[in-house]
């Protein structure tokens, strides 16, 4: 029996995959929304995280995009216990670990895999878990990657120790586009131990295009094989509207821009470990953008705009510009007038220096090295890094006095030049960026400026400007919420719910129709 003054701890479900990449981050945003509109307090949680694209919370907590969006869908502030452990690529084998929302430091692959690493992390999950468990009703954990990689089952703390630690039925995702899912499905119950075969509650089969007739006799093979019923088959969703996490969404990305005449050609630079990609998906979606990520110089021939995206290692990237052939083709585009655009990381190679004088980002030697030389800026790289969400006021030529809102996510610090001009100017009374003498070279710490629609439109016209193209009119505001709600239905009518109920133990929705 509980005490009146103790509050029940909440139920748990878990999504897993049988890969990377099947859409497990839209399933838990999707079961969040869900869950949200049936009348439960809910939250996600996903133990330990890899990835570039991070979210900035209200108190200046980084974690993984996807829990900061299920925490939008979910209808709940975002917390740094959404997401308690995040690593960020930054060399090989290198790589910088956020600890609840702050910088803990750069680790190597070998103390990551040791045993002290190991029991810090579950450490740090358990008291994360714990703690969202007596503040909602519902978490709804995420995996990372398969359960099933058997060389690193040991120092996984992202999935089946995670289910274990929160005692959480787990449902087995597998990407039925890419092929070979029904053997995914049987492969990963066969390589799991026997205790974590059995936290195996059930199959969704994500992605599916086609009569679900067809598919029917290979599921009913699959549930006598393993014993684990199929719960869902949902359908392939072109537009689930939610940020990519990871690098893997770029790999079909290519450019033919000899055949978009009626488009505007933007070209953003695949840098290495290229960060916060998603500040340009708003700009991707506009009908007047071809938008394309390129690695060598042939793929900036023709192009109406160059942006330089963010990256864990500037260091790394500026000399992937040089040795690529790439930087003197960006040097020759803007002496020519095509508008360059660099955000973040980006900012930083558009400058005249990169100086790394402690070795932080060159992997333990100082380094200075040139930059691009577009803007006269210098950066110095520390420990210190700043995180932060902010509003500001364009100083552009095409868009001044535009209001913007965005987020800082940098560990460099960048000095312009006396008397050159700034990009923006934050709320709090300080400057940010640079901008060259004609306005077409710019440069911010700001992700998520594109994602304004009058300050994404008024870019967008001036480089139909320079094709004589006429204006057009800034889109509409997106509505996230309406996205959710959309995600939501289509999953929702793909899932045997009231078997997720059962998992959750809990008797079923608590009211009808959307919140």
Not at 37 to 43: H, I, L, M, T
Request: glycine share 10%; with cysteine; aromatic share 8%.
């Amino acid at each position: 029996m509980v005490a009146k003054n103790e509050r029940k701890l909440a139920t748990t479900i878990m999504v897993q995959g049988a890969a990377s990449h099947v859409g497990k981050s839209a399933l838990v945003a999707a079961l969040c929304r869900i869950l949200m509109q049936d009348g439960y307090r809910v939250a996600p949680f996903k133990s330990w995280n890899m990835a570039l694209n991070s979210y900035v919370t209200a108190d200046g907590g980084e974690i993984g995009r996807a829990q900061g969006e299920q925490a939008e869908a979910a209808g709940i502030e975002a917390s740094v216990h959404l997401n308690p452990i995040l690593v960020k690529p930054k060399g090989v084998g290198q790589a910088e670990v956020i600890v609840r929302g702050r910088h803990y430091g750069n680790v190597d692959y070998e103390t990551r895999s040791q045993e002290a690493y190991l029991n810090f992390s579950l450490q740090i999950i358990g008291e994360s878990l714990a703690f969202l468990r007596r503040e909602f009703e519902i978490i709804v954990l995420e995996g990372a990657g398969s359960p099933a990689e058997i060389n690193l089952q040991h120092q996984d703390v992202a999935n089946m120790k995670a289910a274990a630690l929160a005692s959480a039925p787990v449902l087995l995702v597998c990407d039925i586009e890419r092929g070979g899912a029904l053997a995914a499905a049987v492969g990963t119950m066969l390589l799991l131990p026997e205790e974590d075969r059995k936290r195996v509650a059930g199959f969704i089969f994500n992605k599916f295009r086609g009569e679900r007739a067809i598919l029917e006799p290979g599921l009913k093979i699959i549930e006598e094989k393993t014993g684990v019923p199929v719960l869902g088959v949902v359908p392939y969703l072109p537009e689930t509207g939610l940020g990519e996490e990871d690098g893997v969404a770029l790999e079909c990305s290519s450019a033919i821009v000899e055949h978009e005449t009626d488009r505007l050609r933007v070209c953003v630079i695949r840098l290495p470990y290229v960060a916060n990609f998603t500040d340009f998906a708003a700009l991707a979606r506009e009908k007047d953008v071809f938008l394309f990520y390129g690695s060598t110089p042939q793929d900036l021939v023709g192009i109406d705009a160059v942006i330089l995206p963010g990256t864990k290692n500037s260091i790394l990237a500026m000399r992937f510009l040089q040795e690529s052939g790439l930087a003197q083709m960006i040097i020759e585009l803007a002496g020519c007038g095509v508008p360059v655009v660099g955000i973040c990381g980006g900012y930083q190679l558009l400058g005249q220096s990169l100086a790394d004088l402690t070795g932080g980002e060159g992997g333990g030697e100082p380094i200075l090295l040139s930059g691009l030389g577009l803007l006269p800026t210098e950066t110095s790289f520390y420990a210190q890094k700043r995180v932060k969400r902010t509003n500001a006021t364009a100083r552009l030529p095409f868009a001044f006095t535009e209001e913007v809102e965005g987020y800082e996510i940098h560990m460099g610090q960048t000095e312009r030049a006396f008397g050159s001009l700034p990009a923006f100017l934050l709320e709090n009374g300080t400057d940010d960026g640079a901008v060259s003498a004609d306005g077409t070279v710019w440069g911010t710490y700001l992700h998520g400026l594109f994602e304004r629609p009058g300050f994404r439109r008024s870019w967008l016209n001036m480089l139909r400007a320079r094709r004589n193209w006429p204006q057009m009119a800034a889109s509409a505001p997106e509505d996230k919420g309406s996205r959710f709600d959309l995600l939501a239905d289509a999953v929702r009518s793909s899932l045997d719910m009231s078997a997720i109920y059962r998992l959750l133990s809990l008797p079923g929705p608590r009211k009808v129709g959307r919140t």
